[in-house]
């Protein structure tokens, strides 16, 4: 499908390579930034690629429940490094890297920051996520990392109304340029910051700035409905890709702006091609299945989050997790371990020790993720429940997914057989069997599996 000036594509293309480009970073109003620039030169300088990320919400990598998950940094920067083969590629981030702001999230926060920084990120945009750490925490946070200078946002201020970000960044390519602007939602706010106009902001870095020969993209962390009015009255930008829309925006034309988005946790990511000086635009949305395979300098960033999981050992109640749990329990209800069972169901117990629920904890050993939170919800037994799994070196006794992740919580049945215990059992499967993390799950032949009287 081709529009006047934009090219559209749904799959993949395995192109180019990183160049050289000259970088120019411009921060109106935000002094602490300081003016660099590279020399370098490209055969082909009016041509380069745009790679938008958004909301990734934490994912570092699929989860490995399943082989054919998408997404991931090290999917990423794989998938990067072939675009990177002759032609000059800029990556940014729309916002929306973390998946909350507890001690683990945070972490896990700092480790994707690093990943993008290992990937050469261009900028990186202040969305939701980022913006619930608040001001303080946030400055503390990204503070030592390497990548800092390059989050941008032109309307998220302090309290006094003074940037915190620089609003934009400018980067020299031949004879041609291009000016990328980072704006939120005003929907969203944080502790100790305020969101100002999108337009308003974007047209006050315009005027503030002398003008750009080249492209105007405009990174937006809001919904469908507010990107495409931001592109019904801001003919001036060329480009403005969103996050979060749910689902991955296909690429279109409002008027003369190309409108995207990358979105669902970084599994599908948006490539804009840029040919000469303002003659057009390829857009398409990229999805970062398996048939691109793990970077290795991904794999080593991923490897030192998880020896540094294994060194703080977060608790469930640090996870961020148990707020959004998958099961609701009664505080009431306590988790008595799965040994506790044996006594009145020795079969049964037998019969659970030979199941894959009995070995879950294994798998998770096997892959270096046994310290992961996200991982810990679905193996383990009670994640975060009262007397239920709080760690790996808390709770060992509560590894695996025991029969309580199936009835419930049963210190009351153990204590007293009358007391029925509070699950249906057959309800509980897709709460860890859900399409994200088990695509092919199948009730009736997975039930046989585990079914007993």
């Known amino acids: 499908m081709t529009f006047a000036g934009l090219r559209l594509k749904s799959t993949p293309k395995k192109l180019f390579l ?17 003016v660099e620039s590279v020399a370098v030169s490209k055969t082909v300088p009016e041509d380069f690629i745009l790679v938008a990320s958004g909301d990734t919400h934490g994912w570092i990598m699929p989860c490995g429940c399943t082989s054919n998950q998408s997404g991931g940094l090290l999917r990423r920067a794989t998938y990067l490094e072939q675009l990177r083969e002759d032609k000059d ?14 001690p683990y999230q945070m972490e896990k926060f700092r480790a994707i920051l690093e990943g993008e920084n290992l ?4 900028a990186h945009n202040i969305g939701a996520a980022e913006l619930a750490f608040g001001a303080e925490t946030l400055l503390e946070l990204i503070g030592p990392s390497p990548s800092v200078g390059l989050f941008i946002s032109a309307n998220v201020v302090d309290e006094n109304d003074q940037q915190i970000f620089a609003p934009q960044r400018v980067y020299k390519i031949g004879d041609t340029s291009i000016q990328i602007i980072g704006v939120v939602s005003p929907r969203y706010s944080g502790p100790g910051l305020k969101v100002l106009d999108p337009k308003e902001s974007i047209l006050n870095v315009l005027n503030m700035t002398d003008p750009i020969d080249g492209w105007l993209v405009i990174l937006a962390y809001m919904n469908e409905a507010e990107l495409r009015e931001l592109a019904a009255t801001l003919p001036e930008a060329h480009a403005i890709i969103g996050a979060p829309t749910n689902q991955a925006l296909a690429p279109e034309k409002i008027g003369p702006v190309v409108i995207t988005s990358a979105t669902n946790k970084g599994k599908f990511l948006a490539e804009l091609t840029f040919q000469g000086q303002n003659e057009s635009v390829e857009a398409g949305i990229v999805e970062m299945t398996p048939e691109f395979t793990d970077n290795q300098k991904q794999k080593l960033n991923l490897d030192e989050f998880r020896e540094i999981l294994s060194v703080k050992d977060f608790t469930a109640s640090q996870s961020g997790l148990i707020d959004d749990n998958r099961w609701s329990v009664s505080p009431t209800d306590q988790v008595a371990g799965t040994s506790s069972c044996l006594e009145c169901h020795e079969q049964i117990y037998h019969e659970w020790e030979k199941s894959g629920h009995a070995h879950a904890w294994e798998r998770l050993v096997k892959e270096n993720a046994h310290f992961d939170s996200y991982c810990q919800q679905c193996h383990t037994t009670g994640y975060g429940w009262s007397k239920g799994f709080e760690s790996a070196n808390l709770s060992p006794q509560l590894v695996n997914v025991g029969c309580e992740s199936c009835h419930g919580p049963s210190l009351k049945h153990v204590n007293d057989s009358s007391m029925k215990t509070p699950f249906d059992a057959k309800g509980q499967c897709m709460k860890c069997h859900d399409p994200e993390n088990s695509p092919t799950f199948e009730f009736d032949s997975y039930w046989e599996k585990i079914h007993h009287e």
């Open 18 to 34: 990183f160049g050289s480009l000259s970088l120019l970073l411009l921060c109106t109003g935000c002094p602490q930034q300081q």
């Open 89 to 102: 590629v800029f990556l940014v981030d729309v916002g929306g890297a973390a998946d909350g702001v507890a």
């Open 119 to 122: 990937m050469g990120i261009a």
